[in-house]
């Protein structure tokens, strides 16, 4: 599992780590990894030309000692300050007795650009000074940025102004949340990490699920499992209007680990052409996904499902209008709600603009205001658990194509985790497997092409096939 922590939390286990070594020996270390991953990146040291863009800060300090590093092995190294009479000293006396100079522009030609403006302590977007220097980046030379793209909130991913977008990002002991997260997470390149012994907590504040975190979650059927101890999900989706929403979110759900599929609505004759091992009707159910196509003025069919406290529920698309927060807080069972970025801002009531640029403030807050867990989908998904855990660690979906970005394929998803509700996860564990085999079926499916919606479905055995190492 890939786990991120905040500024905080880093800032903490620094202090308590330069408490126990020599002075100047932390940012040694990061400049080190920092030079290492330069060097794998320039090939041939020797006579190629680096960059510094330099603040005030210990990212400057970084990028200073990297790039003396770089230079005694016969790089040309030019560090452009941003502020020429706030830059860290060591790290500049150290870069011009290894050869490297200073300067007041950036050069028009450069291999490899070391972005050291601001740390990860920096709110906001770059300033107009440092948007300058940023914007005079040479063509066509590698960018890479010290902890994180400056510009970049480190907590949250948000990009409040003008940032750099980088080639490659150089994150020091932990992974930031911004690193993770869009709109921040567009702008990181591939991220490597460099080991400089901090000692974290055990509860990161994101965390991102990977193959082995995966496969064991996966619901496996045994010896003794027949179709019922395997989990019934029922599904209410589908109108005269949509009826490709229902065999969709069937699709999705006949692929999730439940033992058998139960449908309920007007697109029953569309859902048995295309699967009819489909039970029609309404019967005992293990959990219920309800919304996706269901059109206008069914809203008694949602307050139905949800009626039955003791049955997951996932709420999707449709059933996600007018949703009352204390009918879903009332609940005991698990409830998962499934809202894209405009969804979410209509539940909080705040411009959809709001909610793609603050997207883990926005999945934190719905998750505490409903009690429920929140996959809140696009470019990110994140997923948060409900109640107490809504302050706990998100999961950010690594896995998906922009692909995906397709009509139907979130109804393919709904009903994905409402199986997975069924086979027994929570709602957090069901929404975040859900999140990560749609993402690996979606790339399965589209193989840098356009891919749709039932293709996604299709390519879900293949996906799971591949987390489970079978």
Same mark, same amino acid.
């Given at each position: 599992?890939?786990t &991120?922590?905040?500024?905080?939390?880093?800032?903490?286990?620094?202090?308590?780590?330069m408490?126990?070594?020599?002075?100047?020996?932390?940012?040694?270390?990061?400049?080190?990894?920092?030079?290492?991953?330069?060097?794998?990146?320039?090939?041939r040291?020797?006579?190629?030309?680096?960059?510094?863009l330099?603040?005030p800060?210990?990212?400057?300090?970084?990028?200073?000692?990297a790039g003396?590093?770089?230079?005694?092995?016969?790089?040309?190294?030019? &560090?452009?300050?941003?502020?020429?009479?706030?830059v860290?000293?060591?790290?500049?006396?150290?870069l011009?007795?290894?050869?490297?100079?200073?300067a007041?522009?950036?050069?028009?030609?450069?291999?490899? $650009?070391?972005?050291?403006?601001?740390g990860?302590?920096?709110?906001?977007?770059?300033?107009?000074?440092a948007?300058?220097?940023?914007?005079?980046i040479?063509?066509g030379?590698?960018?890479?940025?010290?902890?994180?793209?400056?510009?970049?909130?480190?907590?949250?991913?948000? $990009?409040?102004?003008?940032a750099?977008?980088?080639?490659?990002?150089?994150?020091?002991?932990?992974?930031?949340?911004?690193?993770?997260?869009?709109?921040?997470?567009s702008?990181?390149g591939?991220?490597?990490?460099?080991?400089?012994?901090?000692?974290?907590?055990?509860?990161?504040?994101?965390?991102?699920?990977?193959?082995?975190?995966? &496969?064991a979650?996966?619901?496996a059927?045994t010896?003794?499992?027949? %179709?019922?101890?395997?989990?019934?999900?029922?599904?209410?989706?589908?109108?005269?209007?949509?009826?490709?929403?229902?065999?969709? +979110?069937v699709a999705?759900?006949l692929?999730?680990g439940a033992?058998?599929?139960?449908?309920v609505?007007?697109?029953a004759?569309?859902?048995?052409?295309?699967y009819?091992?489909?039970?029609?009707?309404?019967?005992?159910?293990?959990?219920?996904v309800?919304?996706?196509g269901?059109?206008?003025g069914?809203?008694?069919? $949602?307050?139905? @499902?949800?009626?039955?406290?003791d049955?997951?529920?996932?709420?999707?698309?449709?059933?996600?209008?007018g949703?009352?927060?204390? $009918?879903?807080?009332?609940?005991?069972?698990?409830?998962?709600?499934?809202?894209h970025?405009?969804?979410?801002? =209509?539940?909080l009531?705040?411009?959809?603009? @709001?909610?793609?640029?603050?997207?883990?403030a926005?999945?934190?807050?719905?998750?505490?205001?409903?009690?429920a +867990?929140?996959?809140? %989908?696009?470019?990110?998904?994140?997923?948060?658990?409900g109640?107490?855990?809504? @302050?706990?660690?998100?999961?950010?979906?690594?896995?998906?194509?922009? /692909?995906?970005?397709?009509?139907?394929?979130?109804?393919?998803?709904?009903?994905?985790?409402?199986?997975?509700?069924?086979?027994?996860?929570?709602?957090?564990?069901?929404?975040?497997?859900?999140?990560?085999?749609?993402?690996?079926?979606?790339?399965?499916?589209?193989?840098?092409?356009?891919?749709? =919606?039932?293709?996604?479905?299709?390519?879900?055995?293949?996906? /799971?096939?591949?987390?489970?190492?079978?």
């Amino acid at each position: 599992m890939r786990t &991120a922590y905040s500024v905080e939390t880093v800032r903490a286990a620094e202090r308590e780590l330069m408490a126990r070594l020599p002075q100047g020996a932390l940012m040694a270390r990061a400049a080190a990894g920092l030079a290492a991953v330069c060097a794998g990146l320039l090939g041939r040291v020797y006579g190629s030309r680096v960059v510094l863009l330099v603040g005030p800060g210990d990212n400057g300090g970084d990028a200073l000692y990297a790039g003396a590093r770089l230079a005694r092995r016969g790089a040309g190294v030019t &560090a452009v300050p941003l502020d020429p009479e706030r830059v860290h000293p060591g790290g500049l006396a150290t870069l011009r007795a290894a050869g490297g100079r200073l300067a007041d522009s950036v050069p028009a030609r450069a291999d490899l $650009v070391l972005d050291g403006l601001v740390g990860i302590g920096g709110r906001g977007g770059l300033r107009p000074a440092a948007a300058a220097l940023a914007g005079r980046i040479p063509a066509g030379a590698v960018v890479v940025a010290v902890d994180l793209p400056s510009g970049v909130d480190a907590d949250t991913g948000e $990009v409040a102004g003008p940032a750099v977008s980088a080639d490659v990002t150089v994150t020091f002991g932990a992974y930031k949340p911004g690193l993770l997260i869009d709109p921040g997470a567009s702008r990181v390149g591939a991220v490597r990490l460099v080991g400089i012994g901090l000692e974290l907590p055990s509860s990161p504040d994101a965390e991102a699920l990977q193959h082995a975190d995966v &496969a064991a979650l996966l619901p496996a059927p045994t010896a003794s499992s027949d %179709k019922y101890r395997r989990g019934v999900v029922g599904i209410v989706a589908g109108s005269e209007q949509y009826p490709g929403a229902a065999v969709l +979110a069937v699709a999705g759900a006949l692929r999730g680990g439940a033992g058998a599929v139960r449908y309920v609505g007007p697109a029953a004759d569309a859902v048995l052409a295309h699967y009819p091992e489909v039970l029609v009707g309404r019967g005992r159910v293990q959990a219920w996904v309800v919304g996706p196509g269901l059109g206008a003025g069914r809203a008694a069919e $949602v307050a139905g @499902a949800l009626a039955d406290r003791d049955v997951p529920v996932l709420v999707d698309a449709d059933g996600l209008r007018g949703l009352d927060p204390e $009918v879903v807080r009332g609940r005991r069972a698990a409830t998962l709600l499934t809202p894209h970025a405009g969804e979410a801002a =209509a539940l909080l009531g705040v411009p959809r603009e @709001a909610v793609e640029a603050g997207r883990l403030a926005a999945v934190r807050e719905l998750a505490g205001r409903y009690g429920a +867990a929140v996959l809140l %989908k696009g470019s990110t998904t994140l997923v948060s658990g409900g109640g107490a855990g809504s @302050a706990g660690p998100v999961r950010v979906n690594p896995t998906g194509t922009p /692909w995906l970005a397709t009509a139907g394929s979130g109804d393919v998803l709904s009903g994905l985790a409402g199986s997975l509700l069924a086979a027994g996860l929570g709602g957090a564990d069901a929404g975040a497997v859900a999140a990560y085999l749609h993402g690996l079926a979606g790339r399965r499916g589209a193989g840098g092409a356009p891919v749709l =919606a039932h293709e996604v479905a299709g390519a879900l055995p293949g996906a /799971w096939r591949d987390v489970a190492g079978v």
